[in-house]
C-alpha cells in the first residue's frame, strides 16, 4: 500500500503538494490538540457562560454533512431506487468521514476525554445528550461494517490480502439490515441534536418544538448535496464520468425539495414567533442579538438566502442542475448555511444572557465569545483529516461504479473526451 501511495505521489507533482498542505493542517491540529490536553479547556475562550463554541459547531457540521450516508442507504438499499447504487459507496465513505471528524472534535471539547466511556456504563436515560452519544457510536460501528466491503475491494489491500473481497462480500450481504438500522439510529441522533437546545424551557430563544425537524431536514439536504457536490467536483478532476446523468437529476432534485422543505418550515418558524404569536422573552432575546451581534445579517444573507433558496433554484431548475460550476456553488452555499445555523443556533442561546429584561437593557451585556487560536488550531485539524481523508479515498479506493458486491456487476464507464456530446450532456 505504501509502495502505491509512493507511486502515485511521484505521478502527480500537484497532489504532493496538496497532501503537503493538508499535511501542515494536521500538524497544527496535532500540537494544538496536545496543548489542550495538557493544559485543559482554560487555553480556550469557552467560559461557563459560553460553554460551547467553534467545537460544537465543526460537531454539528460534520454530522450533517455525513447525513448523505443514511439517507442515500436507504434510497438504495430499503426503497431499491437501483440506479443509485453507483453513489452508495461515496455516500457512506461521506458518512464515515463527517462522524469520525466529529468525534475528533468532540475529544477536544469534552474536557476529560479520558471519560468517553462513561456513556457505555454510566446510563442516564433522561439526557437527550446521552441518547446522542449512544447513537452516534452504534451508527458509527454501522458505517465501519458498511465502508469495509469497500476498502476490502481496494487494489492496495487485495495485494496485502488476496482473499480480503470475499470477506467484504459476505458483510455486505447484511447490507440492506445495517441500512435499516442506521436509518433509525440516524433520524433518532440528528433529532435530538435539534431538541438539544429545543426542550430547553430557560432559554425562550432555544426553546421551539421545530428545532429537531429543521436539523434533520438541513443535514438530510446538506449531505446529499455534498454528495453530488464532491461527485462533480472529482468528475472535472478526472475528466470521466462517474455517475449518469440520471443519478445526478435524482440527487438534485432530492436534495432540492429536502432543501424547500427545510427553508419553508425556517421562515414559517421564525414568522411564528415573530409576527403571528408574540413570545416576549424570545422577542427580546432576538432584539438583543440584532443589537449586539450580526446574528440578523447572518441569518437572512447566510442562512436563508446563500444556504437555502439560492441552493434551491440552482437544484430544481434542470437547465441550472446541468452546469456542474452552479452545482458546485451550490454545495459550497448548502456547506456555508449549515455551518452558520449550527453557528447561531448554538452561540445565540449562549450569549444572551439567562438574567436579562427590558427594564435593565443597559446593565447586562450578552456573552461575549470569540474563539481562541488554540481553537482554530484544533479546527484547522479536523478540517485537515477530512479533507486527506477524501483525497486519499478517492484516489486509491473504488468509491464509484457499480456495486461489486451485487448479484449484476455493473460496467464501469471508460474515460470520456471531455468535449465529447455525452460529456457535454452530463457536465455542460
Known amino acids: 500500500m505504501i509502495r502505491a501511495i509512493r507511486n502515485e505521489y511521484s505521478r502527480s507533482p500537484v497532489f504532493v503538494i496538496w497532501v503537503g498542505l493538508l499535511t501542515l493542517m494536521l500538524i497544527v491540529g ?36 455525513g447525513a448523505g450516508a443514511f439517507s442515500l442507504s436507504a434510497m438504495v438499499y430499503i426503497f431499491r431506487v437501483e440506479r443509485l447504487r453507483s453513489i452508495a459507496r461515496i455516500a457512506v465513505f461521506t458518512g464515515l468521514i463527517g462522524y469520525t471528524g466529529a468525534m475528533l472534535a468532540l475529544l477536544m471539547d469534552i474536557g476529560r476525554p479520558d471519560r468517553f466511556w462513561h456513556p457505555m456504563v454510566y446510563w442516564n436515560v433522561h439526557s437527550v445528550l446521552w441518547e446522542i452519544t449512544i447513537c452516534v457510536m452504534l451508527y458509527s460501528t454501522v458505517l465501519i461494517l458498511e465502508f469495509a466491503p469497500v476498502l476490502f475491494d481496494s487494489a492496495p489491500v ?74 462533480v467536483l472529482y468528475e472535472n478532476i478526472t475528466r470521466r464520468r462517474h455517475i449518469s446523468v440520471q443519478v445526478r437529476n435524482i440527487l438534485g432534485v432530492v436534495a432540492g425539495i429536502v432543501l424547500a422543505l427545510y427553508l419553508y418550515l425556517n421562515l414559517w418558524d421564525f414568522l411564528a414567533t415573530s409576527y403571528y404569536s408574540h413570545l416576549p422573552a424570545r422577542v427580546e432575546s432576538l432584539e438583543l ?140
Open 158 to 231: 487485495r495485494r496485502i490480502f488476496p482473499g480480503a473481497p470475499r470477506v467484504g462480500h459476505v458483510i455486505h450481504k447484511f447490507a440492506p439490515v445495517g441500512a435499516v438500522i442506521g436509518l433509525g439510529l440516524s433520524l433518532l441522533h440528528q433529532s435530538s441534536l435539534g431538541a438539544t437546545y429545543g426542550v430547553l424551557v430557560a432559554r425562550p430563544i432555544w426553546f421551539k418544538p421545530s428545532l429537531p425537524v429543521m436539523f434533520i431536514m438541513s443535514a438530510v439536504a446538506a449531505g446529499v448535496t455534498f454528495v453530488l457536490g464532491i461527485t
Open 289 to 428: 442579538l440584532n443589537r449586539f451581534a450580526p446574528y440578523g445579517t447572518t441569518y437572512w444573507l447566510v442562512e436563508i438566502l446563500m444556504g437555502a433558496l439560492i441552493p434551491v433554484v440552482i437544484l430544481l431548475v434542470p437547465a441550472l442542475r446541468k452546469r456542474d460550476g452552479l452545482i458546485l456553488v451550490a454545495m459550497a452555499f448548502v456547506i456555508l448555511g449549515v455551518i452558520v445555523n449550527r453557528w447561531n443556533v448554538t452561540l445565540s442561546g449562549l450569549i444572551v444572557p439567562m438574567d436579562w429584561s427590558p427594564g435593565v437593557a443597559e446593565t447586562f451585556s450578552i456573552n461575549a465569545y470569540r474563539p481562541s487560536w488554540i481553537e482554530w488550531g484544533v479546527g484547522a485539524g479536523v478540517l485537515g483529516y477530512i479533507l486527506m481523508a477524501y483525497s486519499l479515498g478517492l484516489r486509491f479506493l473504488p468509491l464509484y461504479g457499480g456495486d461489486d458486491h451485487h448479484d449484476e456487476e455493473e460496467s464501469i464507464p471508460e474515460p470520456e473526451n471531455p468535449s465529447s456530446p455525452e460529456r457535454s450532456a452530463a457536465t455542460a
Open 30 to 65: 496535532l500540537v494544538s490538540g496536545i496543548i489542550v490536553l495538557v493544559n485543559g479547556l482554560d487555553v480556550t475562550n469557552l467560559t461557563n457562560q459560553v460553554p460551547w463554541g467553534l467545537w460544537i459547531t465543526v460537531d454539528l457540521s460534520s454530522i450533517a454533512l
